[in-house]
Structure formats: structure tokens, C-alpha cells
């Protein structure tokens, strides 16, 4: 026999019935977004190598180590996207949609690429709902994105994520905490990994973003970003404290959030929990004023969150929270003979045409199989199809629950079913 083929390391297959648990999910992220005002979006798996290098920032850890980046057979440098934001930036550039009234709000559900090592929480395909909003420099809005992301895992009955919050200012106050941060590492320089070495040359503030113990340890004592703010970005930080306790949301300031990419601005914010291991940060998001500038765009302000859907998944988990499923099978109709599974074929296409969930035996088992199978996937009732029922033209659905039938004409099957079972009994 041909060896068989595995799935690629750190990519992982959804099988049903989570396929359905999952597009659930994904659905209600998009349609709290969408009561903030948010339209979904979708951009390519794939885009030019250097939208990543120049949107992400050459000395995050994204760009220098995990890109799957490769050459087509154009020979052009190509990479899987390893997050949403540059990607939408790009298309709000090239479709002009700055040109339409802002804000612009955004959102996505998009599949990353990042060549980690993988372990539970941390993949290198992995998927992220995403939000960004374009156009708004005040405040209120950063303060709007994260009650939004709040309004996702409340309505998820999630408790267990905190809110950090911290501010990394913009680039007329950012010259004078790197100097400071640049005194404070290289005293300390070597007891640094390689990698913080070369980040003390060329940015700083990526050492306190260290995962190594010993760089994190040393970055405890590492002057802090809030005391270093301009006028402007502190005022800015004020404003969303207030309204975020206008909001009644609870938060704390960590001032060593400096989140991966290196085009942040102002807020930067995380929810976090203690309840999935190392890998506790679900959703991560702030300002990001300088990119579309950096992306060859008139200056706009903005900002923007992604939330990891397997980490949200194991959150999910941990909580004993179950998402739910769609409704299951709500008629299975068991045929008996040749006759009868051309006229459940016919009855079942009927229901499916009214939007009842109806399906038949397609595989030839005998009728005790067959109801053993309606009973497996749930189906609400089932029906046996006999060459009497045909003669006699009814049928009995059985309400599954409790054995309880009723016998529905097979001349108007559908508006039967609707009216003797839908209409009077409480199906679920
Ligand atoms: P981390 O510090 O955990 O590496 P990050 O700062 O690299 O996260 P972002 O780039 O901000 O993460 O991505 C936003 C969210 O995407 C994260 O909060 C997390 O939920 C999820 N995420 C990031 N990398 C991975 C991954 N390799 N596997 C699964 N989820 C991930
Ligand atoms: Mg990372």
C-alpha cells in the first residue's frame, strides 16, 4: 500500500462535529462586531514578502524568524500571511476605501502562518478574528474596540480573561524611553540572549517582549513607557481610562505590555488568563497610527485587535463552556424498499427546499441500523417509509423523545409536518 500522507507539523484538521461548533463560533464573533458598526473583509492567503518586513516592523520576532516566506516561479518573494491587519491595510489602500466615510470598521476571520514551535496553544497555521477601524484618533473609539472585544467574551460567558492595558506612545515621545531603555539594557548587556543584543541595537523596547526568563527577569526593573509619554499621548491614555470606567470595565495597566509588531501607537492592550498554560494571551490589539503611512498611504490614524481562535477554543474549553451546535437532523425518514426511498428522496428534498434539516438512509442499511443511526445523529424524528405507508398514503413520525407519533398524509407532507409536528410540538 502507498505510505500514507500526514498533516504538516503544527497545522491541525477540524473534524464534525467541531466544523460546525466552530463556523457557530465564528459567526457570533461577527455578528457582535458587526452591532459595533464592523463589515467583514477577506484578503489573500498570500501577499508581496515585503507588506510583512515594512508592516510588522524588521525587528519583530515575526519578521526575522517565523515567515513562511518563499519564491513562485515568477521569482517573486512570497509570504503566508501571519496576520490580518497589513493585509487589510494594503486593500483600504489599493480599493481607496480612505476615500469613504470614516470610521472604516473591518472585520475578519483569517488563517495565519508562523514557523513556531509548536505546542498546545502556539501553531503554525493557527486563525484569528480580527477587527480594525480606521479613521478615528480619539480616545472613545480604542476604549469602543475593547469593549467590543469584552461584548465577545461576555456574551461567550467567558470570566476568566483580565484586561491589561498600557500605552507606548507615539514616535515625538518614543526617542526618549528608548535612549532610557538603551542605558538601562546595556549595563546589563551580558547577561542578554543574542537575540536582545541585536534588539538593544535596533529597538529597544522589543527586549521587554523577551519570552527568555533571564531578559525578562532583567526587563522587571527596566524603566517604564508611562513616565516617559508626551502631552499628547498621556492625555490620550487618560481619556480611555475614563471612559473605559464610564463603561464599568475593569482593567489594569501593565506597563511592560509592548505587544510583537512595531508599528503600535499609544494603546496597547491584552486580554489575558491564567486557565490554558503558558500561551495565556487570547487577544491582543492597540493603535497603530504610523502604519498606513508606512504602507505608502496619507496619514490615518488607526487600530485594530486579533483574537486567537484556538486559544479562545481552549478558553472555551477550560471553562466548561460548550459553543453551541447548529440544530441537529429534525426528520430521518427510514425507506423500506425501492418505492419508498425514491419517495423519502422527494419528501426529504421538499423539507430541505422549507429549511428543515431532513435526511434518509443513502447507504442500504436494514431498518434497525437505520434507526440506530437517526438516534446517533440526534434527529429530532423519524419516519418509517413502508410500500403500505405508500398504499395508504400516510406516514408516522415518531417524536424520538418519547416514542409519541402522528400520522401525516403524504400528499402535502411538508405543510403536514409543519402544521401537526413544528406548529404543536416543541421540537427542541
Ligand atoms: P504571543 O506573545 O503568544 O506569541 P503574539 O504577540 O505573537 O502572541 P499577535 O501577533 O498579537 O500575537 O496575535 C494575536 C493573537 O493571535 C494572539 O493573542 C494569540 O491569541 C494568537 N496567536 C498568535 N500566535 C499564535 C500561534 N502561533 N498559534 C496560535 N495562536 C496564536
Ligand atoms: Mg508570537
Not at 491587519?85 to 476615500?99: D, I, M, P, S, Y
Not at 497555521?125 to 473609539?141: I, L
Not at 461576555?154 to 528608548?178: F, K, M
Not at 477554543?313 to 466548561?320: H, K, N
Given at each position: 500500500?502507498?505510505?500514507?500522507?500526514?498533516?504538516?507539523?503544527?497545522?491541525?484538521?477540524?473534524?464534525?462535529?467541531?466544523?460546525?461548533?466552530?463556523?457557530?463560533?465564528?459567526?457570533?464573533?461577527?455578528?457582535?462586531?458587526?452591532?459595533?458598526?464592523?463589515?467583514?473583509?477577506?484578503t489573500?492567503?498570500?501577499?508581496?514578502?515585503?507588506?510583512?518586513?515594512?508592516?510588522?516592523?524588521?525587528?519583530?520576532?515575526?519578521?526575522?524568524?517565523?515567515?513562511?516566506?518563499?519564491?513562485?516561479?515568477?521569482?517573486?518573494?512570497?509570504?503566508?500571511?501571519?496576520?490580518?491587519?497589513?493585509?487589510?491595510?494594503?486593500?483600504?489602500?489599493?480599493?481607496?476605501?480612505?476615500?469613504?466615510?470614516?470610521?472604516?470598521?473591518?472585520?475578519?476571520?483569517?488563517?495565519?502562518?508562523?514557523?513556531?514551535?509548536?505546542?498546545?496553544?502556539?501553531?503554525?497555521e493557527?486563525?484569528?478574528?480580527?477587527?480594525?477601524?480606521?479613521?478615528?484618533?480619539?480616545?472613545?473609539?480604542?476604549?469602543?474596540?475593547i469593549a467590543?472585544?469584552?461584548?465577545?467574551?461576555?456574551?461567550l460567558?467567558?470570566?476568566?480573561?483580565?484586561?491589561?492595558?498600557?500605552?507606548?506612545?507615539?514616535p515625538?515621545?518614543?526617542?526618549?524611553?528608548?535612549?532610557?531603555?538603551?542605558?538601562?539594557?546595556?549595563?546589563?548587556?551580558?547577561?542578554?540572549?543574542?537575540?536582545?543584543?541585536?534588539?538593544?541595537?535596533?529597538?529597544?523596547?522589543?527586549?521587554?517582549?523577551?519570552?527568555?526568563?533571564?531578559?525578562a527577569?532583567?526587563?522587571?526593573?527596566?524603566?517604564?513607557?508611562?513616565?516617559?509619554?508626551?502631552?499628547a499621548?498621556?492625555?490620550?491614555?487618560?481619556?480611555?481610562?475614563?471612559?473605559?470606567?464610564a463603561?464599568?470595565?475593569?482593567?489594569?495597566?501593565?506597563?511592560?505590555?509592548?505587544?510583537?509588531?512595531?508599528?503600535?501607537?499609544?494603546?496597547?492592550?491584552?486580554?489575558?488568563?491564567?486557565?490554558?498554560?503558558?500561551?495565556?494571551t487570547?487577544?491582543?490589539?492597540?493603535?497603530?497610527?504610523?502604519?498606513?503611512?508606512?504602507l505608502?498611504?496619507?496619514?490615518?490614524?488607526?487600530?485594530?485587535?486579533?483574537?486567537?481562535?484556538?486559544?479562545?477554543?481552549?478558553?472555551?474549553?477550560?471553562?466548561?463552556?460548550?459553543?453551541?451546535?447548529?440544530?441537529?437532523?429534525?426528520?430521518?425518514?427510514?425507506?423500506?424498499g425501492?418505492?419508498?426511498?425514491?419517495?423519502?428522496?422527494?419528501?426529504c428534498?421538499?423539507?430541505?427546499?422549507?429549511?428543515?434539516?431532513?435526511?434518509?438512509?443513502?447507504?442500504?442499511?436494514?431498518?434497525?441500523?437505520?434507526?440506530?443511526?437517526?438516534?446517533?445523529?440526534?434527529?429530532?424524528?423519524?419516519?418509517?417509509l413502508?410500500?403500505?405507508d405508500?398504499?395508504?398514503?400516510?406516514?408516522?413520525?415518531?417524536?424520538?423523545?418519547?416514542?409519541?407519533?402522528?400520522?401525516?398524509?403524504?400528499?402535502?407532507?411538508?405543510?403536514?409536518?409543519?402544521?401537526?409536528?413544528?406548529?404543536?410540538?416543541?421540537?427542541?
Amino acid at each position: 500500500m502507498p505510505k500514507r500522507i500526514q498533516a504538516i507539523k503544527g497545522t491541525q484538521d477540524v473534524l464534525p462535529p467541531y466544523g460546525d461548533t466552530l463556523r457557530t463560533l465564528e459567526n457570533t464573533l461577527l455578528s457582535i462586531a458587526h452591532n459595533y458598526g464592523y463589515s467583514e473583509i477577506r484578503t489573500p492567503v498570500f501577499e508581496p514578502t515585503e507588506l510583512f518586513s515594512r508592516g510588522m516592523g524588521g525587528t519583530t520576532d515575526v519578521v526575522q524568524k517565523e515567515m513562511y516566506t518563499f519564491e513562485d516561479k515568477g521569482g517573486r518573494s512570497i509570504t503566508l500571511r501571519p496576520e490580518g491587519t497589513a493585509g487589510v491595510v494594503r486593500a483600504l489602500l489599493e480599493h481607496g476605501l480612505f476615500n469613504e466615510p470614516m470610521p472604516q470598521k473591518l472585520s475578519y476571520i483569517t488563517s495565519c502562518y508562523r514557523y513556531e514551535k509548536p505546542q498546545a496553544g502556539r501553531y503554525r497555521e493557527f486563525h484569528q478574528f480580527g477587527v480594525e477601524c480606521f479613521g478615528a484618533s480619539g480616545p472613545a473609539v480604542d476604549a469602543e474596540l475593547i469593549a467590543l472585544a469584552a461584548g465577545i467574551f461576555r456574551t461567550l460567558g467567558l470570566t476568566a480573561l483580565r484586561l491589561e492595558l498600557n500605552s507606548i506612545g507615539c514616535p515625538s515621545c518614543r526617542p526618549a524611553y528608548h535612549a532610557a531603555l538603551k542605558k538601562y539594557f546595556a549595563a546589563r548587556q551580558d547577561e542578554l540572549c543574542p537575540a536582545c543584543l541585536e534588539r538593544l541595537e535596533r529597538n529597544p523596547l522589543r527586549i521587554l517582549d523577551c519570552k527568555s526568563p533571564v531578559c525578562a527577569a532583567i526587563a522587571e526593573d527596566a524603566p517604564i513607557g508611562l513616565d516617559y509619554l508626551c502631552g499628547a499621548c498621556a492625555e490620550h491614555f487618560d481619556g480611555l481610562k475614563s471612559t473605559l470606567d464610564a463603561l464599568e470595565m475593569a482593567y489594569s495597566v501593565n506597563p511592560r505590555i509592548v505587544r510583537g509588531l512595531d508599528y503600535y501607537t499609544k494603546t496597547v492592550f491584552e486580554f489575558v488568563t491564567d486557565t490554558i498554560g503558558a500561551q495565556g494571551t487570547v487577544c491582543g490589539g492597540g493603535r497603530y497610527d504610523g502604519l498606513v503611512t508606512e504602507l505608502g498611504g496619507n496619514a490615518l490614524p488607526a487600530l485594530g485587535f486579533g483574537l486567537g481562535l484556538e486559544r479562545l477554543e481552549l478558553v472555551l474549553r477550560a471553562s466548561g463552556k460548550k459553543t453551541p451546535l447548529p440544530p441537529p437532523c429534525t426528520l430521518y425518514i427510514v425507506p423500506i424498499g425501492e418505492d419508498a426511498l425514491c419517495k423519502a428522496a422527494a419528501l426529504c428534498e421538499k423539507l430541505r427546499t422549507k429549511g428543515i434539516h431532513a435526511q434518509f438512509d443513502v447507504v442500504g442499511r436494514s431498518v434497525k441500523a437505520q434507526m440506530k443511526y437517526a438516534g446517533k445523529i440526534g434527529a429530532l424524528y423519524t419516519a418509517v417509509l413502508g410500500t403500505d405507508d405508500l398504499s395508504a398514503g400516510t406516514v408516522a413520525v415518531k417524536r424520538m423523545a418519547d416514542g409519541e407519533t402522528q400520522a401525516i398524509a403524504l400528499a402535502d407532507f411538508v405543510e403536514a409536518f409543519y402544521a401537526k409536528i413544528l406548529g404543536c410540538f416543541n421540537h427542541f
